[in-house]
């Protein structure tokens, strides 16, 4: 629901998709925030990443702890993000000129947006491939099909046709706009729980019982070994719904009341990521025995089942659960990024038409050819960029402005928010504060540097990464900030620039 844009904001800030959503607007209960979470957690990438912990190395219960942990870690960002959105109504994209100035807002938004395509294209290439499965499962030439396309792109034509039909189904969901998101999410919930576990039924009889499909050793041979891999994939836990913990208040802005989005988010995001994260290590492990090798991409795996309608039926359920987590985490966020970056010509439909070109272009079938590069490349880097984001965010919101905001000043070009020419010069400096200490680190891991010219100190820093730049980018922004006034509340006089403008616009 969205009401008459008020003429005491500037139009180049704001359009129907970023006004605050009025009272009547919010109905989303914790049964909606559990069904969201429950949506966006089955899926093939948090499948995948539980199932690379057990390629990695680790045994069925050093992968859970590490996933429960990671999730459990997570959610606090979450929760206090969310408080935002529940309170005053805001996005992400408005959230953010708190800190960063109402233009410099559009830095962190943009970074947000660039990793939600990427994770649109990562999600519409395995609804394609699933598609290309269903197509092999029916005809068996499909796979010898030509590859045409440009070597440079490194996929076939075929697979390439199935992705393109994946994504259009995106694109029209992007189109009916957010209620058709709570609708889906809603839906599908029961439908991927039961598909879930259907799954894990089948590993269990197939491998013989649960006790030999669970008892697979660590591959670690030392304690070292385990630490060395245990950091970063925690990080990586952390790093996977380090995105969401941003925009969250693109959620919770619908939210009755700030019990439905804490209560919603705590029963939905652990428990749902674990249950995935034990079918994930429980079926990887399975394969094995099953197969003679350790499948850790369920797509390849169904793939070798010789029941058609195996295939088919397996294939579609994966489709489903792709669209549901694809539309509600990778859209939402980047939509109303690229919408804050002009208002008066974007709105959610046209930013979200941005991410899914985007998410094309970028050629998301690179990005997961592999376990170490999906969760050590991937997954630990991007969350180099928002760990420091996520920090400025929460010491500004709680320890700066004790979460008090003048919302209409988010909305205003000479405001409260408008720090110098509509950037806040602190939080850049403590952005770049967080990001530099995990620069080299990220430079040695895609090989852009050579490991022995970097001190080690810095290579075992791009472990922490999220944590390290959170930490970082907070402690400069609190120490740069106290010293500023204090932010005037609503009980407060607006200055004066304020004044003018509600005049000018007065006479509109």
């Known amino acids: 629901m969205t009401t008459e844009i008020s003429k005491a904001y500037d139009a180049e800030l704001t359009n129907h ?79 953010a000129r708190l800190s960063f100035g109402v233009k410099g807002a559009n830095i962190p938004a943009v970074l947000r947006a660039i990793v939600a395509c990427g994770w649109f294209g990562i999600q519409c290439w395995i609804g394609g491939t699933a598609i290309f499965t269903m197509l092999s499962a029916v005809w068996p030439e499909a796979v010898n099909a030509p590859t045409i396309l440009p070597a440079f792109m490194g996929v076939k034509l075929l697979p390439f046709l199935c992705f393109l039909a994946f994504w259009s189904i995106n694109l029209l969901l992007i189109h009916k706009g957010i209620e058709s998101i709570k609708k889906l999410e809603t839906f599908c919930a029961p439908v991927l729980i039961l598909s879930g576990i259907g799954l894990l039924l089948w590993a269990g009889q197939a491998a013989g019982g649960f006790t030999g499909m669970l008892s697979a050793p660590s ?29 969250i208040p693109d959620f919770t802005r619908y939210a009755k009341d700030q019990r439905a989005q804490i209560l919603g988010q705590t029963l939905g995001l652990p428990t ?43 294939m579609f359920l994966i489709c489903v659960a792709t669209l549901a987590m694809n539309v509600a985490a990778n859209v939402v966020a980047p939509a109303n990024d690229f919408a804050n970056l002009a208002p008066s010509k974007i709105d959610f439909k046209r930013g979200g ?53 003048v919302v209409d000043d988010l909305y205003r070009l000479q405001g409260l928010y408008t720090y110098q020419n509509g950037y806040n ?63 005037l509340t609503t009980a407060q006089p607006l200055p004066e620039p304020i004044e003018i403008v509600e005049i000018a616009n007065a006479g509109d």
């Not at 941005?354 to 079938?365: K, R, V």
């Not at 540097?449 to 791009?462: E, I, R, S, T, W």
Request: contains cysteine; glycine residues 8%; aromatic residues 14%.
């Open 219 to 247: 591959k670690f041979k030392t304690s070292a070994e385990f630490w060395a891999f245990f950091i970063p994939s925690l990080t990586g836990m952390v790093g996977y719904w380090a995105t969401l913990s941003l925009n």
């Open 17 to 95: 998709d970023l006004q605050p959503v009025p009272p009547e607007g919010r109905s989303w209960s914790v049964l909606n925030f559990m069904a969201l979470w429950i949506g966006m957690c089955i899926c093939i990438p948090s499948y995948m990443i539980a199932s690379s912990l057990i390629e990695g190395g680790m045994n069925v219960t050093q992968a859970l702890i590490t996933v429960f942990l990671g999730n459990v870690i997570v959610l606090i960002p979450m929760i206090l993000n969310g408080h935002v959105g529940v309170k005053y109504g805001i996005p992400f994209p408005i959230y």
């Open 353 to 405: 038409t941005l991410t899914a070109i985007l998410g094309l272009l970028i050629m998301p079938w690179k990005l997961i050819a592999d376990p170490s590069g999906y969760i050590f490349t991937w997954l630990v880097g991007y969350s180099a960029l928002l760990g420091p984001v996520a920090g400025i965010l929460l010491a500004d919101y709680f320890l700066v402005r004790r979460s008090h905001v």
């Open 272 to 314: 749902t990521m674990t249950l995935i994260a034990f079918i994930g290590v429980a079926v990887t492990s399975a394969s094995f025995g099953i197969f003679g090798e350790r499948i850790w991409d369920p797509i390849t795996l169904v793939g070798k089942f010789e029941n058609p309608l195996i295939i088919f039926t397996a």
């Open 425 to 487: 010069p602190i939080a850049l400096i403590a952005l770049t504060a967080g990001v530099l200490p995990n620069l080299p680190g990220f430079l040695t891991q895609i090989k852009a540097l050579d490991a022995a010219v970097v001190p080690d100190f810095f290579n075992q820093l791009y472990h922490y990464a999220w944590f390290a730049g959170l930490a970082v980018a907070a402690l400069v922004y609190v120490a740069l900030m106290k010293p500023q006034p204090k932010p």
